[in-house]
């Protein structure tokens, strides 16, 4: 099973910018997909963004399209998200996610690794 940390998250103002690092562990991370979820207080987890495994096809929620960008360091086992043009609104603990199959990759239940989170927090 991957192990996975994150970091850089932290405080920003309304229309900046922030890179989250995630660093896996484990024996072939380079075979998941991995993920970002976001998670508001007292709100569901939420589909972010996902890597295939050789980071040829990416997805992003909606809500961030346009403005999250994830990627891959299948050499150094690193996920990343970068996010611009940031919101109040995606104020949230962010998680990184690890799974061999993701039928279903916007689903948290796919998903059987999970990382301790990173708190974003975006100012007005």
Request: charged letters at 15%; proline letters at 3%; aromatic letters at 10%.
């Amino acid at each position: 099973q991957v192990q996975l940390v994150e970091s850089g998250g932290g405080l920003v103002q309304a229309g900046g910018s922030l890179r989250l690092s995630c660093a896996a562990s484990g024996p072939t991370v380079s075979l998941y997909t991995l993920a970002w979820f976001r998670q508001a207080p007292e709100k569901d987890r939420d589909f972010v963004a996902a890597i295939s495994q050789r980071g040829d096809h990416t997805y992003v929620a909606d809500s961030v399209k346009g403005r999250f960008t994830i990627s891959r360091d299948n050499a150094n086992n690193m996920v990343y998200l970068h996010m611009t043009s940031l919101k109040p609104a995606d104020t949230a603990i962010y998680f990184c996610a690890a799974a061999r199959v993701a039928r279903n990759f916007m689903s948290p239940q796919e998903y059987n690794s999970w990382g301790q989170g990173t708190q974003v927090t975006v100012s007005s």
